[in-house]
């Protein structure tokens, strides 16, 4: 069975930092690269940070590029978001994707963990 579990969010004032795991079990993590996305109330889901299967490249939304870093554990199947200098613009339900390409997409996503910044 597939499982992403996210943990980490919370409440953090502007310019405080939290650190996002995600911890995959129920396919093999080593092949599958790993995204952090979010999503705030009335808004789209969008692409915060993502890393190859090897954590040998990554890229990063503009919005966060410098703030936000994202890295990945393939020994302890997991990958974290760490994220400085926060803001209320960040704001949102960050969930953990996988996502592997061969013949078939396979997409698997976390239930999400819940960043508030506020003061």
């Known amino acids: 069975q597939v499982q992403l579990v996210e943990s980490g969010g919370g409440l953090v004032q502007p310019g405080g930092s939290l650190r996002l795991s995600c911890a995959a079990s129920?396919?093999?993590?080593?092949?599958?690269?790993m995204s952090w996305y979010r999503q705030a109330p009335g808004k789209e889901r969008e692409l915060v940070a993502a890393?190859?299967?090897?954590?040998?490249?990554?890229n990063y939304a503009d919005s966060v590029k410098g703030r936000f870093t994202i890295s990945r554990d393939n020994a302890k199947n997991t990958v974290y978001l760490q994220m400085n200098s926060l803001k209320p613009d960040d704001t949102a339900m960050y969930y953990c994707?996988?996502?592997?390409?061969?013949?078939?997409?396979?997409?698997?996503w976390g239930q999400g963990t819940q960043v508030t910044v506020s003061s």
């Open positions: 129920g396919f093999t993590f080593s092949i599958y690269a």
């Open positions: 994707n996988a996502r592997r390409r061969s013949l078939l997409i396979y997409d698997y």
């Open positions: 890393v190859t299967s090897d954590g040998g490249s990554t």
